[in-house]
């Protein structure tokens, strides 16, 4: 860390994807934040709402309930804060029997133990690969993608949920207040009770989940590939860098 923030301090300019990224270098490295430049990522995957056929095709393929409201995690690293995922699920599976949580990622023991202790294990499923081909449809699929992370640089699966109009529940760690916008119901990290009630509302209100999935497509479009190019031409010709 101390060698890659040194040859930050080198540097002529710095980018980084979100203003909390931005304000973590300046309060860790002692960057000049005149120095640093906030170009939001753009989203590469060809993301597109699945059609209902699709849907059912990946339900059926990846072994989950044909019927039911899917709420859906994706990341492996810890801090995506799985933990506190089934503890989330946990207040939701007491109102909605039917409800079912999906992680695209691989169990760790004391993860499996804790759904296990639950009485819960029959009611989650782990994907460990979701091919490239299937990611809309994991997402359509999905009633709402329920993302409590401990931090975030940036937060991609929020806007690939936006994009294929799946409500987003997430925590307000690090960049994703900021990513998400309007588009999604924030909650503070530790408000696990609020993104409980927030799922249940949404899964059960179809034109408070509608009214989300609206917002969220219209905060995705500030993700533009486009705006993403201008703004990086626009820096490079700043430095002086011709993108020739």
């Known amino acids: 860390m101390q060698t890659m923030l040194a040859v930050l301090r080198r540097a002529n300019g710095i980018v980084t994807v979100s203003e909390a990224t931005r304000q973590d270098l300046v309060r860790i490295g002692d960057i000049d934040p005149e120095r640093i430049t906030v170009i939001p990522n753009a989203v590469f995957q060809r993301i597109k709402r699945a059609t209902p056929d699709e849907c059912a095709s990946f339900r059926a393929r990846y072994g989950l309930p044909p019927v039911g409201p899917i709420l859906l995690n994706i990341g492996r690293n810890f801090y995506k804060n799985h ?10 599976a007491q109102e909605r029997s039917d409800a079912h949580l999906v992680f695209v990622s691989s169990p ?9 202790m639950l009485s819960l294990s029959g009611r989650v499923s782990f994907l460990p690969d979701v091919a490239a081909e299937d990611i809309s449809a994991c997402y359509s699929a999905a009633s709402i993608l329920l993302f409590p992370s401990l931090y ?10 936006q994009i294929a109009g799946t409500p987003v529940i997430c925590s307000d760690a690090g960049s994703l207040a900021e990513v998400a916008g309007e588009g999604a119901r924030v909650h503070r990290l530790e408000d696990l009770e609020g993104m409980a009630a927030s799922a249940i509302e949404l899964l059960s209100d179809p034109s408070v989940a509608a009214d989300l999935k609206a917002r969220g497509k219209l905060n995705a479009q500030r993700f533009t ?6 703004a990086y031409l626009r820096h490079f010709a700043a430095l002086g860098i011709s993108a020739a």
């Not at 760790?108 to 296990?116: F, H, W």
């Not at 940036?154 to 949920?161: D, H, M, Q, S």
């Not at 590939?225 to 201008?230: A, F, G, K, N, P």
């Open 83 to 92: 933990a506190g995922v089934v503890e989330v699920f946990r207040r939701i």
């Open 108 to 116: 760790t023991p004391d993860l499996s133990a804790a759904i296990s």
């Open 152 to 161: 975030e640089g940036f937060g991609y699966p929020v806007l690939e949920a």
């Open 225 to 230: 590939l486009d705006r993403w190019r201008e």
